[in-house]
C-alpha cells in the first residue's frame, strides 16, 4: 500500500484482563510507522463490550471513515472493532465505498487487495464463531449456578443472603416482612400504597425506605415461591421459597387488577414524594389495628 496515507488507529478493551488500550495503540503505532503513514487519530473504547452499538471511540471512528478523512484504519485484531458478522459486513460496506482500508497488526490482510478481503471474510467467520461459542459456555454457567442455587446478580433479592460460594439462603428476619407484604397487599390496594405502609409501621428495605420500585421487585421476583430464573433458566428449589405459589399467583391477580392505580411503574416525582403524598394517608393508617 501506497505510503503517505492518514490512518486512524482503534482500540477497545472490555475487561481489565485484556490487551490494554495502551498496548493496542503502541503496537498499531508501530505497524503505521512501519509503513510510512501519518497517524491522524487515535480513537479507543474502554471497558466497553464489542457487541454494543454505542462505543463512542468507534462511532467517531466510522465517522471518520464515512466523511474520507482517513484512508486507512489500523486495529491490534478484528475482534476489538467487530464481534458479529453482520457488523463487521455492514461496515465493510461503508469502507469499500469510502476507499478506506482496514489492517490488523496481529492478522495478515489487507482490504485493497482480493486475498485480503478473503481473508477478512474468513477472520469474520471465526470471530462471530468464537462470539457464539463464547454466549454458549456463559449459557451453560448460568444453568449451572442457577440449578445449584446460585445468585449471579450483585446483591441477593430482599428475602436473602449469599454465602460466600454465591448460594442464596432465606434471611429470617426479611422473610416475615415479605410474607406480611404478599398478605398485605390487597388490602392496601397499590405499590406506592404498600411502600407508604411498610415505612409507617417502620418496616426498612435493608436501612433503606420503601419505595414502588423495591416493592414491586419483592412482589413479582418467582424466587419467593423457590423458582430462581437467570437469563430464561430456571430451576426450582424448595428451601427458597417463602410464600406457597397459590399465594403469589393471588399477588399477582391483585397487581393486574390495580394497574389503573397508575402505581406500579416508578417515577423518580413518585419516589421523591412518596411521604408528601401520603401524609393524609398514612394518618388512616395510624388508626387501623395492624393484621
Known amino acids: ?25 503502541a503496537l498499531c503505532r508501530k505497524l503505521i510507522d512501519e509503513r510510512g503513514w501519518h497517524q491522524s487519530f487515535k480513537l479507543q473504547d474502554e471497558g466497553e463490550k464489542g457487541a454494543s ?10 465517522e471518520l471513515v464515512e466523511d474520507q478523512r482517513i484512508q486507512v484504519v489500523v486495529t491490534w485484531k478484528l475482534d476489538r472493532m467487530f464481534r458479529s458478522l ?3 459486513s455492514t461496515a465493510q460496506e461503508v469502507f469499500q465505498q469510502c476507499k478506506v482500508a482496514l ?15 478473503f481473508v477478512f471474510g474468513f477472520l469474520v467467520n471465526v470471530a462471530a464463531f468464537e462470539t457464539d461459542l463464547i454466549k454458549e459456555r456463559a449459557l451453560l454457567g448460568y444453568e449451572r449456578r442457577t440449578r445449584e442455587g446460585k445468585w449471579t446478580g450483585s446483591r441477593a433479592p430482599f428475602g436473602y443472603r449469599c454465602d460466600d460460594a454465591g448460594r442464596l439462603a432465606v434471611v429470617e428476619e426479611e422473610r416475615s416482612v415479605v410474607t406480611l407484604m ?14 407508604a405502609w411498610l415505612n409507617a409501621r417502620g418496616y426498612a428495605h435493608r436501612s433503606e425506605k420503601w419505595n414502588t ?39 399477582q ?9 397508575g402505581t406500579h411503574l416508578p417515577s ?19 388508626h387501623e389495628v395492624d393484621p
Open 103 to 117: 489492517v490488523s497488526y496481529t492478522e495478515p490482510f489487507d482490504t485493497t487487495t482480493s486475498i485480503g478481503r
Open 53 to 62: 452499538p454505542d462505543r463512542p471511540g468507534y462511532k467517531r471512528l466510522m
Open 86 to 88: 453482520k457488523e463487521a
Open 1 to 25: 500500500m501506497a505510503p503517505n496515507l492518514d490512518a486512524a488507529s482503534y482500540a477497545r478493551t472490555s475487561t481489565p484482563q485484556q490487551q490494554s488500550c495502551d498496548t493496542q495503540q
Open 253 to 261: 391477580r391483585q397487581r393486574t387488577d390495580l394497574l389503573h392505580l
Open 268 to 286: 423518580q416525582q413518585r419516589l421523591e414524594s412518596v411521604d408528601r403524598v401520603f401524609d393524609a394517608y398514612l394518618e388512616d393508617l395510624r
Open 182 to 195: 404478599h398478605r398485605t397487599y390487597g388490602r392496601v390496594k397499590g405499590d406506592l400504597q404498600l411502600a
Open 213 to 251: 420500585d423495591r416493592v414491586r421487585r419483592v412482589l413479582t421476583n418467582p424466587i419467593s415461591i423457590g423458582d430462581l430464573t437467570t437469563r430464561g433458566i430456571m430451576a426450582h428449589h424448595d428451601h427458597l421459597a417463602i410464600v406457597s405459589r397459590p399465594r403469589f399467583q393471588q399477588t
